[in-house]
């Protein structure tokens, strides 16, 4: 086991693996940027390095500087997070040129799976089924002629990169020139990669994505669905599990073979398997994200299986010491995410409390929230027996969550879990558009 992890991050993911951490015996080290000089996150680790201005270019995306404070201060691993630098290959290269563990997949796994169109015909040989599409089209000449193939509408990716951008849904020939210099733009000032490339348009549809860990003892196992189709603009809003739309049979089936594919694919780590669910509960591949997700807190709060701990574990060589039998599917979770709406400095917090609610967050009074980031604040997730209970614990953990100084999006999250559609489970990848 490792004895010091640099923690290559910031915000609230910052603050989780830092407390997954001390919980392991494991020593920490923070970066930061000039602008979270006074963070959460630098306060809790154990030691601390400034590696830059205030833009996430100067800091968190600064390999260099990440990795000679990981030499300097001794550490043997770096954690990445999420976003940043957690899927940057070239990155997760120059940890292993420097001696250093990469708590996350191997470089050589990310670039083979990190073309999202390369990937699906590596999954159509593992069992699951996978939306018709293309690989990366090379012009919008190209696109016109394969989405006439395919049949309107379709949908215009990025095959590189993800949190919802470079996506544009296509619902004719009129609109896919404009659409395509739109999101091949997107795309490349978001990953340095600006191909894209088709897949049909399944509509109406859920977003269902499987929770999957696999060491590199060959052992692999589902944790179960989350649903995450409350998006607007293609950035989630908040996530249940397990689905309400996934009946148990279906739950375990798609469970097998999501582990399964896993394994064929020789993925190591923590990843998510994201699906389409349609109307006939037919699950459709879309994607894989090599690395832990936001929303990892509800997987662990209805498994009780901890993903940090268990991500540093196998990237330290240690094999899963349980199987798919034994995760169980027992109540549900739901998880709402606190996002600003303004920048400011906060006055006071007063955080929910009672049994299984948690609030994953780097806010302390005092914190300035600056335009440079993401405007996620944290996280806040409860568990119950049933779903219905469930509900009425986010209500009231909604109802008594105070961020005063800054504005938020804790009403809206409040009418969401209030309306009657959500509460009755029966909603889709439409819900925010029909509001």
Known sequence: MFSKILIANRGEIAVRIIRACKEMGVATVAVYSE???????????????????????????????????ALLAGAQAIHPGYGFLSENAHFARACRKNGLVFIGPDPESMERLSDKAKLKELIRGTGLSVIPGTEAVASAAEAKRTAGRIGYPVM??????????????????????????????????????????????????????????????????????????????NQ?????????????GQREKIMELAA?????????????????????????????????QVEHCVTE??????????????????????????????????????????????????VPGGPSVRFDTCLVAGTVVSPYYDSLLGKLIVYAKTREETLRKMRAALCELVIDGISTNIEEELRIVGDERFSSGDYDLTFMGSR
């Open 301 to 350: 709060m209805l498994t009780g299986v901890d993903l940090v701990k268990w991500q540093i574990r196998i990237a330290a060589g240690i094999p899963l010491n349980f199987t798919q039998k034994d995760i169980r599917m027992n109540g549900s979770a739901l998880e709402c995410r606190i996002n600003a709406a303004s920048c400011g400095t906060l006055k006071m917090l007063h």
């Open 156 to 233: 215009l990716k990025a095959c590189s990169g993800g949190g919802g951008r470079g996506i544009r849904l296509i619902r004719s020939e009129a609109e896919l020139e404009y659409a395509y210099q739109q999101a091949s733009s997107e795309a490349l000032n978001a990953f340095g990669d600006g191909s894209l490339y088709l897949e049909k348009y399944i509509f109406p549809a859920r977003h269902v994505e499987l929770q999957v860990l696999a060491d590199e003892h060959g052992n692999a196992v589902c944790l179960g669905d989350r649903d995450c189709s409350l998006q607007r603009r």
């Open 236 to 248: 989630k809003l908040l996530e249940e599990t397990p689905s309400p739309a996934v009946d148990d």
């Open 35 to 69: 602008a979270d000089q006074n963070a959460l996150h630098v306060a809790l680790a154990d030691q601390s390095y400034c590696i830059g201005g205030p833009e996430a270019s100067e800091s968190y995306l600064n390999e260099d500087q990440i990795i000679s404070s």
């Open 260 to 292: 399964d594919a896993v394994k064929k694919i020789g993925y190591v780590g923590a990843g998510t398997l994201e699906f389409l669910l349609d109307r006939d509960g037919h699950f459709w591949f879309m994607e894989m994200n090599v690395r832990l």
